[in-house]
């Protein structure tokens, strides 16, 4: 879809939950431009493009998970925009995930900025004619799973191999082209698929043990071929990749591969090896072709094999003689291929000779395709077609295939059916599930093949065995149950994901141990309970063990001790107890998570001796001394040890960690200088951080004034100094941190003024500068800052008139400053007594606060001022918000900590009180007591909802979503008429939802999803004339739809989706002039569609998809002019065709997925809108028309389980925003170029 179209037309634009300005994501293509090809001013085309992304950028409120930019137009390419650093600058700050650059002019490649390595969140890079410079100080992509380099120039050869040892997750590889890397190593131990074309002349694959595609074409540089490399040092280590299935290689490669071993010597074996094809392959060059079939015999299950012959038709083959004496006699390497083809084959005799040796020695083959260099109408041809008719076969049913020149080679893959002894253990896993809501595991029926047909399966295709299991979907939902030993059975199985299940309990079954080739087993973030099994130790395979975010308990079994392969282990989060084990002195662990787990003791010096890039002890019992052993782990980039009990000076020796980016000292007892990040006594820089938090500790300045200087490559993002009595004054060569996000330095003891160099760091977002003493102005430069989001400067010595700032910072920011003016800033008021006291009980029932949150309040001190996490109402002194200490006001810097306690009834007695957030406190527990207004969510609050809340009659907002929650809503819910926002959802919450909801007249957004509520829905919701957004989806609610739900004048959402409710729809939605989204999808909704939908003139988005609606669709339709989305698959609608009315609408989204719809594709189709059709499962017929070409919106098409037949016509090809095509199980034929 054109941007400029999506940014003016998108469905989204207008709904308050779905705006376009927050859709994730973006795709910007050159080619939407519709720029012409005789266009002479190339920069009015790129500033066009600019001009655009830079809107929907800077209107762009949420995170972005994909974005895609393609500069490329009708067989032209452009430069890289000027405003591209801060496209990318935006990007990063924004959660990128996916990011995809393509089609830059190829002549002059754009340098990719170094900051990329900051940048936590990508999970797949895809990179055209760059330049990407590795930076000298590697910082990991901790979830890096694809990186993508095409026409690419790398100058640090030593860089990139260290950035690549750094991405633990990388599963895919592809340089392609890549020039400046001549010895390549990579340590990728979870590579599974790796692409290589590019100067290489020398490659190293290390611990590359789950490598299972390998496609390798090196060329030589300055004129050199490979064929003159010495072949022992070209592939160092191909003969370990042990799980390799499929092989794709050029000729000229391949004697360098067995390493010069070829012809003669027999090579190792590759027993796993599937598929081998073979390009560009000189049948004239013995050397070459004894070379391949030497690699074919180390080959002993080759199902495939795949040759592409090099200028066939003037080389002379090798005589079958010699071919014979390369392979040995007699020759048991094609034993079991099931596949053979032969490319850009002619008639010589030679040739047939090699057709004629293959199929003779084959007995398990069941195709052999012949790619004939002739064309069909070619007498040679034809000839050739009744030579191979008359060879002999070892197998009877082989099936041999003549293609000519101009036909496309098909490739087809071996294929079997789920073991039997698989399915049995999931289907037993699947019994022991008690509630999947959202039927992730809807998909596995008995009746159904696991491999194919099971979502979230993964089988080996050549024995049926299950090789992978992991979560079935990537939505955010729960399942409850408990793991069955029977996995245990899953013997073939690599990957074993069921994590984030939220509600998957009991203990871990020590049947876990018997899956011997197991190399990722991941639980994390489910209530599973008990000791870790010893048996686990028995996973000799495992390679990645993440077991965080549960409840088990005890000490961690020595037999981990064995996991000898393990690099990452993340058991965070648990109820372990003891001290860091030895037994782990014996791992080779790149990345070691132990937060939260209770561990005591001081640090071990055998952790230097370990390869650690990652290690997290945060939020522990941990104590000692900082040890001097730290300087030898070389090869740390991130260092998280806040919230213990560390106590000293850093020792000099912590320079000596070059390769250290992120550090978190927080919360702990170090003092001294902070010399260990900015030493006065060195000019240089030191280090390359990312992040530093050192806060609350006890160390000492003043800083150096040179700090912005010290830190190199202006790299660092977020600088956290607080709550340390450093003195002196605030450097102004901070402002030479560009690249800096946050910066903060509270209760330092500062002095002097706000420099105003601080504006040169103009990527800033929060500057914290309370509780100072500085004095002077508020610089103007300062506070208006172009990102600036927050500015703090509460209780220090400033004076003069607050500037003018266009982000309108709050009075609150600036309390606290006598000599300021040009606010309301009355003066503060003591904490009243009253709130004190409440206060204080409500810390006295804190029973565990190892992170000492709460050590600022004391008695005798003021709460309004002193304590942290509290607000007061400058004017009377009564305490207004209460929140998580250190998190107040939206700060989403601090890591998240934990606190063991109950709520105390006394904060019912904070009768001014607007905010209570205690949220993510994780170990807050029992009921909840009556309180004002309430953001209690994602804690582990259990128990019914008190029915004492309804007294709480001041009550604006109700959060208590993501918890535990269970019984039934007060049933004297209605009492609390000031509420305006009640979101209770992802709880246990059950029962039918109170009448007495309806007496919520200024009730504005109601979310009740993901619940267990049962019942009607009752028809007091129609009193509800303030609403705006409705969510009762995943519940289990019945009876029929309520005619009163059309008495709700402002409502702009409404989303019922999987439940059971029954009947007609009601004519009176047919009322809801201002609806925006209508989605009831997944119900037993009957009957026709009413008419009066046409009334719905806001309408902008309709979901009535599997429900039992049938047709005629109205034709009222037509006078929702906004709509654009419209979904009415899986209903028995019984349509003779589609209906023409529709091309009346501007349609983004139609999905009419089994409806019954026959007929053919209308023409109007052509002129549409539509970027996203599913016509599937109906009985629709005819050609696809060559008019498809014409519907350039379109990025979504699936019409398969129709009839449609006939070739697919070239017009397809201009659909260049196609992403998603499926025509699968039509009558289609032809070929598929």
């Known amino acids: 879809m054109c941007v400029k179209e999506a940014a003016k037309t998108s469905i989204l634009s207008r709904q308050w939950r779905y705006k376009w300005t927050s859709i994730q994501f973006l795709n910007f293509n050159l080619e939407s431009l519709r720029i012409p090809v005789t266009a002479i001013d190339d920069q009015s085309a790129v500033n066009k493009y600019s001009n655009i992304i830079n809107t929907v950028l800077f209107r762009h409120s949420g995170n972005v998970q994909k974005f895609k930019m393609t500069m490329f137009n009708k067989n032209r390419h452009y430069e890289v925009p000027d405003e591209f650093i801060r496209w990318m600058y935006y990007l990063f700050d924004h959660g990128i995930q996916e990011l995809i650059l393509e089609g830059w002019n190829l002549n002059i490649p754009y340098i990719f900025p170094s900051y990329i390595f900051s940048c936590k969140s990508l999970v797949v890079l895809r990179l055209q004619c760059c330049i990407f410079t590795s930076p000298l100080s590697i910082i990991a992509l901790p979830k890096l799973k694809t990186l993508d380099l095409s026409n690419a120039i790398d100058a640090c050869n030593r860089c990139f191999e260290m950035f690549i040892s750094q991405c633990p997750l990388l599963e895919n590889l592809r340089l392609y082209d890549v020039d400046g890397i001549l010895d390549l190593t990579i340590n990728a131990p979870m590579l599974k698929s790796c692409v290589l074309k590019g100067t290489f002349e020398s490659i190293h694959l290390k611990n590359a043990t789950l490598l299972s595609f390998l496609y390798l074409c090196p060329y030589g540089t300055h004129g050199r071929s490979l064929e003159y490399f010495e072949p022992v040092d070209y592939f160092q280590s191909f003969f370990q990749l042990k799980a390799l299935r499929e092989l794709t290689v050029h000729g000229e490669s391949i004697q360098n591969l067995l390493a010069g071993n070829c012809p003669e010597a027999r090579v190792k074996n590759l027993p796993d090896l599937r598929e081998l094809t073979v390009y560009e392959l000189f049948p004239g060059n013995l050397v070459m072709v004894s070379s391949l079939f030497s690699l074919i015999r180390s080959c002993s299950n080759l199902q495939y094999l795949e040759i592409h012959v090099k200028d066939s038709i003037y080389s002379i083959l090798p005589s079958l003689e010699e071919f014979l004496k390369a392979m040995g006699d007699p020759p048991k390497c094609f034993q079991h291929v099931k596949s053979i083809h032969l490319v850009e084959i002619s008639r010589t005799m030679h040739e047939m000779e090699l057709v004629k040796f293959l199929l003779i020695n084959s007995p398990s083959l069941g195709k052999m395709i012949v790619k004939s260099i002739h064309k069909d109408t070619c007498e040679e041809h034809t000839k050739m077609l009744k030579d191979l008719l008359s060879f002999n076969r070892a197998s009877c049913k082989v099936q041999i295939i003549l293609l000519s020149q101009q036909e496309l080679l098909p490739k087809e893959k071996a294929s079997e ?67 069955s030993p029977f996995l245990g059975n899953l013997t073939y199985l690599q990957v074993l994901d069921l994590s984030d299940l939220s509600e998957l309990s009991g203990p871990i079954p020590p049947q876990l141990g018997k899956l011997s080739q197991l190399e990722y087993l991941s639980l994390n973030i489910n209530e599973l309970i008990g000791p870790i099994p010893s048996s686990i130790g028995q996973l000799a395979s495992l390679q990645v063990l993440d077991l965080s975010d549960n409840k088990l308990t005890g000490v961690l079994p020595d037999s981990l001790g064995n996991l000898s392969n393990c690099f990452d282990m993340n058991l965070q989060n648990n109820m372990i107890t003891g001290k860091i084990p030895s037994w782990m002195s014996k791992l080779n662990l790149s990345w070691l998570m132990l937060a939260k787990t209770g561990l005591k003791g001081e640090l071990p010096s055998w952790l230097s001796s370990l390869p650690l890039g990652y290690l997290d002890l945060s939020s522990n019992e941990l104590t000692g001394r900082f040890p001097t052993w730290i300087g030898n782990m070389s090869d740390l980039w991130y260092l998280n040890i806040s919230y213990n009990k560390f106590y000293s000076t850093i020792p000099k020796e912590f320079k000596n960690m070059l390769l250290l980016t992120d550090l978190d000292l927080h919360s702990n007892n170090f003092s001294g200088p902070l010399d260990f990040i900015f030493d006065k006594n060195v000019d240089g820089p030191l280090g390359h951080y990312n992040t530093i938090d050192v806060s609350r500790n006890k160390f000492t300045g003043p800083i150096d004034k040179n700090v912005g200087n010290k830190l190199a490559m202006n790299t660092i993002s977020s600088l956290i100094l607080s709550n340390n009595p450093l003195g002196g004054r605030i450097p102004k060569s901070i402002g030479n941190l560009t690249q800096m996000r946050l910066l903060e330095m509270v209760r330092d003891k500062l002095s002097g003024t706000i420099p105003e160099e601080i504006s040169n760091a103009d990527t800033l977002r929060i500057i914290k500068l309370s509780r100072n003493y500085l004095t002077g102005r508020v610089p103007k430069m300062v506070i208006n800052l172009k990102w600036l ?168 907002s109700l959060t208590l979503h993501d918890n535990k929650l269970s019984g039934k809503i007060p049933f004297e819910i209605g009492k609390l008429k000031s509420l305006n926002s009640l979101h209770l959802s992802l709880n246990r919450i059950s029962r039918s939802i109170p009448d007495s909801i309806g007496k919520l007249s200024k009730l504005q957004d109601l979310s009740l999803s993901h619940n267990k509520l049962t019942g009607p829905i009752p028809s007091s919701i129609g009193k509800l004339v303030s609403l705006q957004a409705f969510s009762l989806s995943n519940n289990r609610l019945t009876g029929v739809l309520p005619n009163s739900i059309g008495n709700l004048p402002k409502i702009q959402y409404i989303s019922l989706e999987n439940n059971m409710i029954t009947g007609n729809l009601p004519s009176s939605l047919g009322n809801l002039t201002t609806l925006i989204t209508m989605v009831f999808a997944n119900n037993r909704f009957v009957g026709q569609i009413p008419r009066n939908f046409g009334n719905l003139k806001s309408l902008m988005s309709l979901d009535l998809s599997k429900n039992q609606l049938i047709g005629p669709v109205p034709y009222q339709l037509t006078k929702v002019k906004d709509l654009q989305v419209l979904n009415l698959s899986y209903n028995p609608l019984g349509l003779v065709k589609i209906p023409s009315w529709l091309s009346k609408l501007n349609l983004f989204w139609l999905m009419l997925a089994k409806t019954g719809i026959k007929g053919e594709l209308p023409r109007w189709f052509s002129s549409s809108s539509i970027g996203y059709l599913d016509l599937s499962s109906n009985k629709l017929t005819g050609k696809l028309p060559p008019w498809i070409g014409n519907m350039s919106e379109l990025w979504f098409l699936n019409i398969s389980y129709n009839e449609f037949y006939s070739t697919i016509p070239k017009e397809l090809k201009n659909l260049s925003l196609l992403s998603d095509l499926d025509l699968h199980s039509n009558k289609f034929s032809g070929p598929l170029g």
């Open 417 to 483: 059916s789920c073991h039997a002894i698989d399915k049995e253990a999931l289907l037993d896993f699947k019994h022991r599930i008690t509630d999947d809501p959202s039927q992730l595991l809807g998909s596995w029926l008995a009746t159904t093949d696991c491999c194919t047909a099971w979502e979230g399966i993964a089988c080996d295709p050549f024995n049926g065995r299950v090789i992978k299991v992991s979560r079935p979907s990537a939505m955010e939902t729960s399942m409850s149950g408990t793991l």
């Open 789 to 956: 989001e927050k500015f703090e400067v509460l209780r220090n010595k400033l004076s003069g008139e607050i500037p003018a700032h266009k982000a309108n910072f709050p009075a609150s920011a600036f309390f606290g400053n006598p000599g300021l003016c040009g606010l309301p800033l009355p003066a503060l008021e003591s904490c009243h007594a009253i709130d004190e006291e409440a206060l204080l009980d409500f810390k006295h029932k804190i029973t565990h606060d190892p992170s000492q949150l709460l050590r600022t309040w004391l008695p005798n001190t003021d709460c309004c001022t002193v304590w942290e996490g509290v607000d007061c109402n400058p004017a009377n002194g009564r305490v207004v918000n209460v929140s998580r200490p250190g998190v107040q006001s939206g700060d989403d810097f601090i890591l998240d900590t934990s606190m063991s306690g109950t709520l105390s009834p006394f904060l019912g007695n904070l009768t001014y009180l607007q905010l209570l957030d205690l949220s993510n406190l994780k170990e807050l527990t029992g009921p909840i007591p009556p309180q004002l207004e309430l953001e209690l969510s994602e804690n582990q609050f259990s128990g019914p909802i008190p029915s004492s809340i309804v007294d709480l009659i001041s009550l604006t």
